[in-house]
T-cell receptor, first 114, second 115 residues
Framework: NAGVTQTPKFRILKIGQSMTLQCTQDMNHNYMYWYRQDPGMGLKLIYYSVGAGITDKGEVPNGYNVSRSTTEDFPLRLELAAPSQTSVYFC?????????????FGPGTRLTVT | AQKVTQAQTEISVVEKEDVTLDCVYE???????LFWYKQPPSGELVFLIR??????QNEISGRYSWNFQKSTSSFNFTITASQVVDSAVYFC????????????FGSGTKLNVKP
């Protein structure tokens, strides 16, 4: 199993550009999450999904959109990028039926908006 | 509201010293889960341990041990005989038992272990 994969690893955007961060998991997990981690800070939840077709906002959803058309994929869309969105983005997945109930994280996408 | 506080922003120790990382949490739920994750300089997040609110037994795994005390809402993490490879940022997290396993992370403690 590859676990949770994210693309791209790095990206530089100009202010006002848009992009999609890709996230795929191959563990058949129902729950998926997007977090951002600002320098020296903890992770903040942007959006989450409990299954295909169902998404909801987390703590910091403004400026982002998500969709969940399949169990495996949970892309994060940035519209009109702003410098405040410079961060490292982590995708995660979990299954409440798992033995340890932890969230499995992808390797992250480092995004810079200039 | 759920909240996790890691008051220690950064700790520096010399190799072989013991070090304890503090975690204090707030929740109104009676059933919840607590976690520790390690983030080495390479950036990935590595799961270390999960505890549920009904299990207050301390746990030891090699040089790592965890002390869960509901009376003080704390879930502290001790590394015995620290090593340079332990240098990382360590995050404590709280999740809901009911609902959708949303995690609430502390701000992290950066541990520097010097040779």
């Amino acid at each position: 199993n590859a676990g949770v994969t994210q693309t791209p690893k790095f990206r530089i955007l100009k202010i006002g550009q848009s992009m999609t961060l890709q996230c795929t998991q191959d563990m058949n997990h129902n729950y998926m999450y997007w977090y951002r981690q600002d320098p020296g800070m903890g992770l903040k939840l942007i959006y989450y999904s409990v299954g295909a077709g169902i998404t909801d906002k987390g703590e910091v959803p403004n400026g982002y959109n998500v969709s969940r058309s399949t169990t495996e994929d949970f892309p994060l869309r940035l519209e009109l990028a702003a410098p405040s969105q410079t961060s490292v983005y982590f995708c995660a997945s979990s299954s409440p039926r798992g033995p340890t109930y932890e969230q499995y994280f992808g390797p992250g996408t480092r995004l810079t908006v200039t | 509201a759920q909240k996790v506080t890691q008051a220690q922003t950064e700790i520096s120790v010399v190799e072989k010293e013991d070090v304890t990382l503090d975690c204090v949490y707030e929740t109104r739920d009676t059933t919840y889960y607590l976690f520790w994750y390690k983030q080495p300089p390479s950036g990935e997040l590595v799961f270390l341990i999960r505890r549920n609110s009904f299990d207050e037994q301390n746990e030891i795994s090699g040089r790592y041990s965890w002390n869960f005390q509901k009376s003080t809402s704390s879930f502290n993490f001790t590394i015995t005989a620290s090593q340079v490879v332990d240098s990382a940022v360590y995050f404590c997290a709280l999740s809901e038992a009911l609902g959708f396993n949303k995690f609430y992370f502390g701000s992290g403690t950066k541990l520097n272990v010097k040779p």
